[in-house]
C-alpha cells in the first residue's frame, strides 16, 4: 500500500511538472505588446515588431516572400507538417491545464502569500544558472557570461541562497543583451532553423531545434539530479507550480482572444523564440 500511495504521489507530481512546463513553453511573461478586440477580451499578446491579430481576433498570415514579412513572420511560418498530431496533444494539455495544473496553482496561490513564491521564484531561476552560463558561453559571449556568474554568487552568497534577488537593480559597466539564454537558443544563434513545429504531451510547445535543446539543458539543470528520481520530479513539478500561481490568467487571455487557440500558441510561441534568439 505504502508503495502504490507513493508511486500515485509520483505521477501526479510528473503530470503537474508537465503541465506547467507546456503552457510555461509559450512565455506569455515576455515583454509583449498589448493591444485591444472589439467584442473580446482586453489584452491579445504580440511579439515581435508585428501584431499576431487582426481587428476580429484572426491570426495575420502574410504571403510568403511578401515584401512586408520580417524574420519574425518568417520564424512563425515554421512547417508544421504533423498539425494532426500536435493538435490532438495540445487538446490534451489544455485539458490537463484547467483540469489539474490550474487548481492546484490557485489553491497554492491562496494559501501562500505573493511575497514568499516571490523568493521562491528567485531561487529556482538562481539555481538554473549552469543552464545561462554555458549557453552564454557556447554563443561567445563571456562578458554576458560574466555578469550571469557575479550575479549568481552575489545572491547566493549575500542573497540568502538566491531567495532574494539582491543583484535586481545592478547594471553592468558594458551594456549586454539579455542573460536568459538555454540550449535551444544557442542552437538559433548559430543558424540552426526550428525545422518542425511540434507539441509535446506534457511538454507543451516545441521544434526540433527546441526539442535537441531542452534535452542537453536536462543534464545542466542541478534538480536533475536529485535522488531519488521521485523527488526530483517533485522538486521541479513544485517550481512549476509555484511558477504558474504568479502567472494565472495569461494563457486564458491568450486562449480566449483567439479565434483558433492552436494558431495563437504556436505563432506566439515561434515569435517569442525568435525575438528571444536576437534579444
Not at 531567495?163 to 547594471?171: E, Q, V, Y
Not at 521521485?230 to 507550480?241: L, N, P, Q, V
Amino acid at each position: 500500500m505504502h508503495n502504490m500511495s507513493r508511486t500515485l504521489l509520483t505521477a501526479l507530481a510528473l503530470t503537474l511538472l508537465c503541465t506547467a512546463a507546456a503552457f510555461a513553453a509559450a512565455d506569455p511573461a515576455s515583454p509583449v505588446k498589448l493591444t485591444e478586440k472589439p467584442a473580446a477580451s482586453s489584452m491579445l499578446l504580440a511579439y515581435g515588431d508585428v501584431d499576431i491579430w487582426d481587428e476580429t481576433g484572426q491570426i495575420i498570415k502574410k504571403p510568403a516572400g511578401g515584401d512586408k514579412m520580417t524574420q519574425s513572420d518568417i520564424a512563425a511560418q515554421t512547417p508544421d507538417p504533423l498539425e494532426g498530431w500536435n493538435r490532438m496533444w495540445f487538446t490534451f494539455n489544455d485539458k490537463l491545464y484547467f483540469w489539474a495544473l490550474k487548481p492546484v496553482a490557485q489553491g497554492y496561490g491562496a494559501v501562500i502569500p505573493e511575497r514568499p513564491r516571490i523568493w521562491v521564484g528567485n531561487f529556482f531561476h538562481n539555481l538554473m544558472y549552469p543552464v545561462r552560463f554555458v549557453s552564454l558561453m557556447l554563443q561567445g559571449k563571456p562578458s554576458a557570461a560574466a555578469v550571469e556568474t557575479s550575479r549568481f554568487i552575489g545572491n547566493t552568497a549575500f542573497g540568502l541562497g538566491g531567495l532574494a534577488d539582491i543583484t535586481a537593480d545592478s547594471k553592468p559597466f558594458k551594456p549586454i543583451g539579455s542573460t536568459e539564454k538555454d540550449l535551444g537558443l544557442t542552437f538559433g544563434y548559430w543558424g540552426a532553423g526550428n525545422g518542425l513545429y511540434l507539441v509535446w504531451p506534457f511538454l507543451g510547445p516545441s521544434s526540433g531545434r527546441d526539442t535537441l535543446g531542452y534535452a542537453g539543458d536536462y543534464f545542466l539543470t542541478p534538480t536533475s539530479y536529485i535522488h531519488p528520481w521521485y523527488w526530483s520530479i517533485a522538486t521541479k513539478g513544485y517550481d512549476k507550480i509555484n511558477e504558474v500561481s504568479m502567472r494565472i490568467g495569461d494563457y486564458e487571455t491568450l486562449k480566449d482572444a483567439s479565434v483558433d487557440p492552436y494558431e495563437a500558441v504556436r505563432d506566439a510561441y515561434l515569435r517569442n523564440r525568435f525575438k528571444k534568439i536576437n534579444d
